[in-house]
């Protein structure tokens, strides 16, 4: 018999599983050796003592049944009919198990590296200011998921199976905790080896994936996309293409825009890293006054406010928000500065980063109309050439003290920081366009209202955070999945706009799997 049990508990009970079942021995009178199930686990840290609320299933007189009900048995599929796919981020990746599941072989294309031979470009960033433009935080296999975070939150139930997706990471080596907490997330250090073993299984079922393998131009024949052609001059057809290329692939917008393939200007969102010492954050949110202690987690935050500039109401927003996390160099190209934020799986470093963003509009993009679809994209890449140039001219960033920069003073002195190629002080407002600036200073005042300590030099803004989302839309039929003219191509994921992370991106990877086998491959199939 299974029973559910609601239990409020102190974080060292609830993060210690023997303690945890003492709690349900005395809650539901359960036995020392009675099986039971997390279900869900959340902080609650809304008054001054923290607690946590753990929903478990306890199990009596039965035993526990498996925590998945993932297997991975998949088909051999060396002789399917194919699939092409271009990205090995987590739309590409999930696509190709979809295609596989369905019994279609996938042939998977990475521009970049393997996801450990791209540590060393990472290193090159990092400590020597060097961008190979085709293995970066944003590119190669994993995506830019891999090593700048790996969190699981989503708001995007309604996509797909949340808990599908969860169950394929915990399958291939993620931690039984992203199952249940609410919050889930993996980490930079642990997540490489999970892309590894998702590698694994498409290739053991008779998929492909290959690296260096840029995609510079598509074959059209008759509205119908019928394969890709590569750097390399090969020309690889398939029964579709799931085009799922992330958010900073602009050579691909342009490739797409030159063969005449629709695509939009999309609005996101531009802004700074802000750095805190975490002790500080723990602070505010755990109401504690020194170390947070050993079972709770260093805490995290998110953040809303409505700016108002020149008459216009402006969204700012706090943006994947990093405890115990690291500030890493997202450029994509020599000559840009981005950054991005990563936390590893401990969450043990002594800086909590967040981006802190503002939304822009297509009515902002005045002076860059000429570009056309891709007017949002060169907006964001000017601002990225810019911090660069004042910055001079490699992956050191701009930076500014938080109250210096909405008292408008140049900082006399920088904080420690954990972004590795430095920093330097410059007056931001310099750097990003007014109405962001505005938006910013208006709204870090607000957030220290809501949060008590936040708003303080004793934190730094780093600039400039302009990967949030694409600044272009692959448009396509709302139904079918598919591109809105050109046939057989069904753009996917966070690069066509569709999603915002890891697991949403992961969703619609499979979703466009399962259209392009409905529209195409059982046909094919029953022939």
């Given at each position: 018999?299974?029973?559910?049990?609601?239990?409020?508990?102190?974080?060292?009970?609830?993060?210690?599983?023997?303690?945890?079942?003492?709690?349900?021995?005395r809650?539901?009178?359960?036995?020392?050796?009675?099986?039971?199930r997390?279900?869900?686990?959340?902080?609650?840290?809304r008054?001054?003592?923290?607690?946590?609320?753990?929903?478990?299933?306890?199990?009596?007189?039965?035993?526990?049944?498996?925590?998945?009900?993932?297997?991975?048995?998949?088909?051999?599929?060396?002789?399917?009919?194919?699939?092409?796919?271009?990205g090995?981020?987590?739309?590409?990746?999930?696509a190709?198990?979809?295609?596989?599941?369905?019994?279609?072989?996938?042939?998977?294309?990475?521009?970049?590296?393997?996801?450990?031979?791209?540590?060393?470009?990472?290193?090159?960033?990092?400590?020597d200011?060097?961008?190979?433009?085709?293995?970066?935080?944003?590119?190669?296999?994993?995506?830019?998921?891999?090593?700048?975070?790996?969190?699981?939150?989503?708001?995007?139930?309604?996509?797909?199976?949340?808990?599908?997706?969860?169950?394929?990471?915990?399958?291939?080596?993620?931690?039984?905790?992203?199952?249940?907490?609410?919050?889930?997330?993996?980490?930079?250090?642990?997540?490489?080896?999970?892309?590894?073993?998702?590698?694994?299984?498409?290739?053991?079922?008779?998929?492909?994936?290959?690296?260096?393998?840029?995609?510079i131009?598509?074959?059209?024949?008759?509205?119908?996309?019928?394969?890709?052609?590569?750097?390399?001059?090969?020309?690889?057809?398939?029964e579709?293409?799931?085009?799922?290329t992330?958010?900073?692939?602009?050579?691909?917008?342009?490739?797409?825009?030159?063969?005449?393939?629709?695509?939009?200007?999309?609005?996101?969102?531009?802004?700074?890293?802000?750095?805190?010492?975490?002790?500080?954050?723990?602070?505010?949110?755990?109401?504690?006054?020194g170390?947070?202690?050993?079972?709770?987690?260093?805490?995290?935050?998110?953040?809303?406010?409505?700016?108002?500039?020149?008459?216009?109401?402006?969204?700012?927003f706090?943006?994947?928000?990093?405890?115990?996390?690291?500030?890493?160099?997202?450029?994509?190209?020599p000559?840009?500065?981005?950054?991005?934020?990563?936390?590893?799986?401990?969450?043990?470093?002594?800086?909590?980063?967040?981006?802190?963003?503002?939304?822009?509009?297509?009515?902002?993009?005045k002076?860059?109309?000429?570009?056309?679809?891709?007017?949002?994209?060169?907006?964001?890449?000017?601002?990225?050439?810019?911090?660069?140039?004042?910055?001079?001219?490699?992956?050191?960033?701009?930076?500014?003290?938080?109250?210096?920069?909405?008292?408008?003073?140049?900082?006399?002195?920088?904080?420690?920081?954990?972004?590795?190629?430095?920093?330097?002080?410059?007056?931001?407002?310099?750097?990003?366009?007014?109405?962001?600036?505005?938006?910013?200073?208006?709204?870090f005042?607000?957030?220290?209202?809501?949060?008590?300590?936040?708003?303080?030099?004793?934190?730094?803004?780093?600039?400039?955070?302009?990967r949030?989302?694409?600044?272009?839309?692959?448009?396509?039929?709302?139904?079918?999945?598919?591109?809105?003219?050109?046939?057989?191509?069904f753009p996917?994921?966070?690069?066509?706009?569709?999603?915002?992370?890891?697991?949403?991106?992961?969703?619609?990877?499979?979703?466009?799997?399962?259209?392009?086998?409905k529209?195409?491959?059982?046909?094919?199939?029953?022939?």
């Amino acid at each position: 018999m299974k029973k559910i049990f609601d239990l409020k508990l102190r974080p060292e009970e609830a993060f210690d599983e023997a303690r945890l079942q003492q709690a349900l021995q005395r809650k539901a009178g359960a036995g020392p050796n009675t099986a039971f199930r997390i279900v869900k686990r959340s902080i609650d840290a809304r008054q001054s003592t923290v607690w946590v609320r753990v929903q478990t299933e306890v199990f009596f007189n039965e035993p526990r049944p498996e925590l998945i009900q993932y297997k991975k048995n998949y088909p051999n599929v060396s002789n399917a009919p194919v699939g092409l796919v271009i990205g090995a981020g987590p739309a590409g990746l999930f696509a190709a198990l979809r295609l596989i599941e369905n019994g279609v072989k996938p042939i998977v294309f990475e521009r970049g590296k393997d996801v450990r031979t791209r540590r060393r470009d990472l290193a090159a960033i990092n400590k020597d200011h060097v961008v190979n433009p085709d293995s970066n935080y944003c590119f190669g296999e994993g995506g830019a998921g891999t090593y700048s975070d790996g969190k699981l939150y989503t708001r995007s139930k309604k996509r797909g199976d949340v808990q599908r997706i969860l169950e394929i990471l915990v399958a291939h080596g993620a931690r039984e905790e992203i199952l249940y907490d609410a919050h889930p997330h993996i980490g930079t250090n642990k997540l490489p080896k999970i892309v590894e073993e998702l590698r694994e299984s498409i290739i053991n079922a008779g998929g492909e994936v290959h690296f260096n393998a840029k995609v510079i131009d598509l074959a059209i024949d008759k509205g119908e996309i019928k394969g890709v052609k590569l750097e390399s001059g090969d020309l690889v057809k398939g029964e579709g293409v799931i085009l799922a290329t992330g958010h900073s692939a602009r050579d691909i917008f342009e490739l797409l825009q030159t063969r005449q393939v629709k695509i939009e200007a999309k609005p996101f969102a531009l802004g700074v890293r802000i750095e805190h010492p975490q002790q500080l954050i723990d602070k505010i949110q755990y109401s504690c006054e020194g170390d947070r202690g050993t079972y709770l987690p260093a805490s995290s935050y998110a953040l809303v406010n409505q700016a108002m500039v020149k008459g216009q109401k402006r969204g700012v927003f706090s943006f994947c928000m990093c405890p115990g996390g690291f500030i890493v160099p997202a450029a994509t190209s020599p000559g840009e500065i981005v950054v991005n934020g990563m936390s590893p799986s401990r969450r043990d470093s002594k800086f909590a980063n967040s981006g802190i963003v503002v939304a822009v509009d297509l009515n902002d993009l005045k002076g860059f109309e000429k570009h056309v679809a891709l007017a949002a994209m060169q907006f964001q890449k000017s601002i990225e050439q810019k911090a660069c140039a004042l910055a001079g001219g490699r992956q050191t960033a701009p930076a500014q003290r938080m109250v210096d920069f909405v008292e408008n003073r140049i900082s006399s002195s920088l904080l420690e920081t954990s972004y590795q190629p430095g920093i330097l002080s410059l007056d931001m407002r310099e750097v990003l366009p007014a109405f962001i600036a505005e938006s910013l200073r208006q709204s870090f005042k607000a957030f220290g209202k809501k949060m008590k300590g936040y708003y303080t030099n004793e934190a730094q803004i780093i600039g400039v955070e302009s990967r949030t989302s694409s600044p272009v839309r692959v448009p396509r039929e709302k139904e079918t999945l598919e591109h809105v003219e050109l046939k057989r191509l069904f753009p996917c994921g966070e690069g066509a706009g569709y999603a915002g992370g890891i697991v949403s991106a992961a969703m619609d990877g499979e979703r466009c799997a399962e259209a392009m086998i409905k529209q195409y491959i059982k046909p094919l199939m029953n022939k």
